[in-house]
């Protein structure tokens, strides 16, 4: 991992989008595809703010959709990066959707997801540490660890009994 040390809040970015007939579906809210682009889309600014370097989408947690968004809403996602790995990145997004002539925000949707960073070449590359500041940011920090393993088990990419961090939150220390 390299030595440079970045805050979280170096990475917050955030994006607004209004929902317009095209990015809807019959019912006249926003198809889940397209937040799903859009998310993507200010995810990865984030992850890159954070290692100055292209980076590529590796995995997308499950996303629920809490609050239906209508045409003429505007949607303002904020996306912040809360842990940085070797060569990854996780990503936590807040979405929301306002309708401005009624003066209603809601949250619409939250997610976690994953940047993996790459050279010229396609080649992983290290991304600088992050140092957590609020105790939110700390919170996210602490629970970054836990979510990557059960993405890794989830994936195939690690085995459930090497997953020590998620195994604590089931079993007592003596069992581990």
Known sequence: MSTILKSPQGSFTIMNELVLPNDTNTLNNLMGGRLLHWMDIAAAISAQKHCNNIVVTASVDNVSFKHA????????????????????????????????PSGTRVRSNEAFYTFVAIDANGKTIPVPELTPESELEKKLFDGAL???????????????????????????QSEL
Request: hydrophobic share 50%.
């Open 69 to 100: 968004i209508k045409l003429g809403d505007v949607i303002t996602i904020e996306a912040k990066v809360t842990r940085a790995f070797s060569t990854s990145m996780e990503v936590r997004l807040d979405v929301w959707a306002e309708n401005i």
């Open 146 to 172: 836990r979510r990557r393993q059960l993405r890794l088990v989830l994936a195939g990419k690690m085995k459930a009994n090497d997953a020590t961090e998620l195994k604590a939150l089931f079993l007592n």
